[in-house]
């Protein structure tokens, strides 16, 4: 089927129109190594039903494929029809349906959504806040990850501020990475409970620096590797989020817990 119509963005509220005749077939996705929350209807881009496996899914932006998430289809009244849809051809357990209608959708829905703390993701190297929706059956909280690819520093050489002693918020790189999130077993967080640390698994866009080369908290790893930050002393160290001191961190134990249930 041919398409002039318009679509909803994955990362904004706003409708953007699909690319100029897309063809392609809506379908339902899951993801059979997370639990079965993390369905979605997506579309894919294929001239035909028989070319449906080497057809590509419609993307917003690299690595991330235009989804209407199951999450989002349970609590929008225009999508009634197509709930029962899905749920008539098998796709959706009717159970599971009025689980995930009995949780509170939050305020930005746009942002993203995890369902277990192994599950790989996009994020942008540029952002300096990380918005994350924690769905399990019973739950689901929004919480934010500030500090990954930034750090309140001074001003380097060259940069004009008001005062010498000034702090301001310095990211040193851009680009789209796919990362994940990892309970951490490493020696230097021992004592300090359960800490997240990031894995950087592959880059999807070619790095642009943002400041001189050597300058900036964030040192890049290698595909596969764990994200190392600089302190503002020049010690190397891996980026970790501690969660006995982060306000959101019961949060962030609850959803660990019951994902893993």
């Not at 690299?62 to 849809?85: C, D, E, Q, T, Y």
């Not at 300058?215 to 190397?236: A, E, H, S």
Request: net charge positive.
């Amino acid at each position: 089927m041919r398409f002039q119509a318009r679509r909803r963005d994955a990362t904004s509220l706003d409708d953007i129109p699909f690319p100029l005749n897309t063809c392609g077939v809506f379908y339902y996705h899951v993801d059979p190594q997370l639990p079965p929350m993390n369905g979605s209807v997506r579309f894919r881009l294929c001239d035909s039903l028989e070319n449906f496996v080497q057809g590509k899914d419609l993307e917003v932006n690299i690595g991330k494929p235009w989804m209407v998430p199951l999450v989002r289809l349970a609590h929008v009244s225009s999508f009634r029809a197509l709930n029962r849809f899905i749920i008539e051809e098998g796709l959706v357990d009717k159970q599971l349906m009025r689980d995930i209608q009995k949780l509170k959708m939050p305020r930005r829905p746009s942002a993203l959504f995890l369902y277990q703390l192994s599950q790989s993701f996009v994020v942008d190297l540029h952002m300096t806040v990380l918005i994350l929706h924690l769905v399990t059956r019973t739950t689901m909280s929004t919480v934010q990850v500030t500090g990954a690819f930034f750090l309140r520093c001074r001003p380097f050489a060259g940069r004009s501020s008001r005062s010498t002693n000034s702090k301001y918020v310095i990211n040193n790189i851009a680009g789209l990475a796919r990362v994940r999130f990892e309970l951490s077993t490493l020696p230097e967080h021992d004592g300090q409970g359960p800490t997240l640390i990031l894995r950087i698994l592959e880059f999807l866009t070619p790095l642009q620096t943002l400041a001189p080369v050597g300058y900036g908290p964030v040192i890049l790893p290698d595909p596969g590797k764990l994200l190392m930050r600089r302190t503002p002393r020049g010690k190397l160290k891996t980026w970790s989020y501690p969660l006995n001191r982060r306000r959101e961190g019961t949060l962030w134990k609850e959803f660990i817990t019951a994902s893993n249930s």
